[in-house]
């Protein structure tokens, strides 16, 4: 029986790591990316506003 709860619990703290590997794989080839380049297009949308509204101040 001990040789059994030992695999048991090795062969779950595998598999819990897998999963969270993946999952941190995932958000940094796919989720972090998308996120920056929101970041990189809302800071062109704030420069443009900006450059709009000084270009018709006289």
Do not use: N, W
Request: with cysteine; charged share 30%; net charge positive.
């Amino acid at each position: 029986m001990k040789t059994f709860g030992k695999g048991f619990l090795v062969g779950t703290l595998t598999a819990f790591g897998a999963v969270a590997g993946c999952v941190y794989a995932f958000k940094k080839t796919v989720v972090e990316p998308i996120e920056e380049r929101e970041a990189v297009l809302d800071q062109h949308r704030r420069r443009a506003l900006r450059k709009r509204r000084s270009s018709h101040q006289g």
